[in-house]
């Protein structure tokens, strides 16, 4: 069934049971960022010890695949550097524009290339980059904020 | 005549298409968009094919073909609402979206001593469950004069809360804009109360009629309101086509909003006058076709008769209630019976998000909305994030209610079993 290849088993499991949900007290920056047309959101905290993500947490509602894809990603940039971080950004928003012809790069992005089954179905595209925008944002925030920026 | 969808269905020529690899289409996305029958196509098409002309210029025999079409459709459409001044009070826009953004610009356009005019200490009133295109226009025309933008709440009962009608409705308040039926939850909001305390104080009315000129029908003297908006592509008709009616006299005392050829009067280099009504509300060349096949759609829907329709959607409405009453975990978010609302079903389900509803839906060939359908503040005050909406047309019949519940408990078992 197609409807398989979106909702992956690791996807719902993800979904069911969020990794690094629930905010941190303090944070280098704090970003919130809303799907327009559903009404998803997410709250994402970033700390950055200099380079080292050290921490990402996250609170927010939406549907399976917003969710579980920014429960994914915090598993996976955990502990990364800020430019560890953007190589896999970039290879995960580059699987997400495939529409179904790149099955991803499991060496960078590890259980998130359950999500190529997503890039099939553009009405979600948007859904699994929730977060992955957020982080974007979130890491030039706290770098800014870290300067002294702010 | 007895009501037969499934021989409306035969006049649509999408419906002898399938989706989902060769599933038949379920479509129950009409709050969105309603499907055109071949008339519509057809008359769109033709006027293409055969009289395409710029209206109202041309000294040639397709210009008077055109807007004989063009203003045709005006006759339509003024016959259709029982408009009580005639063709002359219909205005074509591009949208119910601009119609009602024409009247918050075009009311911010009226100086001091039109009746019109807004500005600090007057008040503005919708409701809790406007469309965002009835709530924003008004909420910037409130942050551009400094008016107050004030609104009725909804109850838990989906209805609106008029038990402090007087203090929502105030004596400074110069405009009530509100929706003749809520395009989430389906309520039809009782007017003769509000109409009555507006004109008390000397507002005026305005109705966002998108959700019930297509599904009821309506007479603007029985409804007492001064200013109506609907969409022509709910109704059956072609997209990029919107109405506008308004009584002439406010009509007469409104200021244009956009300006340009057709709207105008006299023009010197400095100054110019308009037009009368309704081309001093039609700058540019319009959306002639368009307006052709709105003609035609509701001359469609006159041939069956609005009440016929009404009767059979509340109906039909009715059998899709019970079998979602009797679905386990499942919360209709809105009016729990046929009383005063519409085909309009929006439902949460425990343990799913909308959105996946929706996605397994699709794959069954049901085609839904989901998400906040565009009243982001109703959602909030409903404390629900996202809800499905199925809405009813007149080509739907019990099969289509039978294929979305089987599909909803397909959903329930698909999620559930992780």
Known sequence: MELDSLYQEVILDHYKHPQHKGLSPTFSAQVTHVNTSCGDEIILNINLDNELISELTWEGQGCSISQASVSMMTDLLTGKTLKQAAVIVKSFSELMASKGTSAGDPLVLEDAVVFAGVSKFPGRVKCSLLGWMAFKDAAIQAQANNRGER | MSFSAAQIRKDFPIFERTVCEG?????????????????????????????????????????????????????????????????????????????????????????????????????????????????????????????????????????????????????????????????????????????????????????????????????????????????????????????????????????????????????????????PVPQKFEAGVPNMAQAVGLGAALNYLTNLGMDNVHAYEVALTGYLLEKMHAVPDLRIVGPANTQSRGGTLSFTIKGIHPHDIGQYLDSQGVAVRTGHHCAWPLARALSIPASTRASLYLYNDESDCDALVDAILGAQKYFGRF
């Open chain 2, 23 to 275: 599933k038949r289409l379920v479509y129950l996305d009409n709050g969105a968009t309603s499907q055109k029958p071949l008339s519509v196509i057809e008359s769109e098409s033709d006027f293409y094919r055969l009289h395409n002309a710029a209206v109202h210029r041309g000294a040639h025999q397709l210009a008077e073909e055109a807007t004989d079409a063009y203003e045709g459709a005006r006759e339509i459409v003024a016959a259709f609402l029982g408009a009580p001044g005639g063709a002359d009070e219909i205005i074509f826009t591009k949208s119910a979206t601009e119609s009602l953004n024409l009247l918050a610009y075009a009311m911010g356009n009226a100086p001091v001593g039109n009746r019109f005019a807004v500005g600090a200490g007057d008040r503005i009133v919708v409701t809790e469950m406007e469309h965002h295109a009835n709530l924003i226009p008004w909420q910037q025309l409130t942050a551009r004069t400094g008016a107050e933008l004030a609104w009725f709440k909804v109850t838990a009962e989906s209805r609106l809360d008029l038990s402090t009608i007087n203090d929502v409705i105030t004596a400074n308040t110069k405009i009530v804009s509100v929706t003749h039926q809520s395009n989430v939850l389906g309520t039809i909001n009782p007017l003769a109360a509000i109409v009555a305390r507006a004109h008390e104080v000397g507002a005026v009315v305005i109705l966002d009629a998108c959700q019930s000129v297509p599904h009821m029908s309506i007479d603007i003297k029985a409804l007492g309101v001064d200013f109506l908006a609907f969409s022509g592509h709910k109704a059956l008709g072609p997209t990029g086509i919107g109405v506008l009616w308004g009584h002439m006299d406010l009509l007469n005392e409104l200021p244009p909003f956009l300006f340009g050829g057709s709207m105008i009067e006299n023009v010197t280099m400095t100054t110019a006058t308009w037009a």
